[in-house]
């Protein structure tokens, strides 16, 4: 038994040398260290602010002819289909709309400065808003309203168009948000949410 250890241990001794080079390996982390860096805050010197940018995503399938009564799709690769859009619309473990995980916005959350204006862009394949909001609540598309409450904002008179909608590809940009909370949702899509927060 002695003799097997003897050996095993030269060969873990064997294989070290072996694998030893010049080449540098990543070093072990202690879980010290990563509270001590944890403490800092991260890399010294980097902003407290975010990129003042928000990005709306689907991933509408452009092939599925489901798409098309509903203004279709124009992004090239998407993957989901008017099927799977409606499966993950509601939960048996929720009572309100959950809504498919690719409609989305990222981030859903920024930090800003004051006088700091913010991009958002439509990176998907289908319509969407920007729409800023008292509160968080249902939008303009009844079935997709599923246990919320639509929020005002939301509301359109007949024939009206909407300031805040993002054609596929399209841009717009906030101004002149001030100090404080801004929530932001799509009115199509009411899970699809961001807030804008602007601090010193």
């Not at 001794?13 to 990543?26: E, H, K, Y």
């Not at 902003?47 to 799709?73: H, I, L, N």
């Not at 809504?99 to 930090?111: D, F, V």
């Not at 054609?167 to 799509?186: D, F, K, M, S, V």
Request: aromatic share 6%; hydrophobic share 35%; net charge negative.
């Amino acid at each position: 038994m002695r003799a097997f250890r003897v050996g095993a241990g030269v060969l873990v001794l064997g294989v070290v040398a072996a694998c030893s080079d010049p080449v540098s390996r990543p070093t072990a982390v202690t879980a010290d260290q990563i509270t001590a860096s944890d403490e800092r805050g991260g890399d010294e010197g980097a902003s407290q602010f975010d990129e003042p940018r928000v990005e709306v995503y689907d991933d509408c399938k452009p092939t599925d002819p489901g798409w098309a009564p509903t203004g279709g799709c124009t992004l090239a690769g998407g993957k989901v289909n008017l099927d799977e859009f409606n499966i993950f619309l509601s939960s048996p473990l929720s009572q309100s709309v959950v809504g498919h995980p690719a409609w989305r916005m990222e981030k859903s959350y920024i930090k800003i400065p004051p006088n700091t204006d913010v991009e958002v862009e439509n990176e998907g394949g289908r319509l969407h808003t920007f729409t800023k909001v008292a509160q968080f609540g249902g939008g303009r598309v009844p079935p997709l309203n599923q246990g919320l409450t639509p929020a005002p904002e939301c509301a359109l008179a007949p024939g009206a168009p909407d300031p805040t909608a993002l054609l596929p590809e399209a841009t717009l940009t906030i101004h002149g948000l001030t100090l404080g909370n801004h929530r932001y949702q799509c009115c199509i899509h009411p899970w699809m949410r961001a807030l804008i927060k602007v601090t010193n």
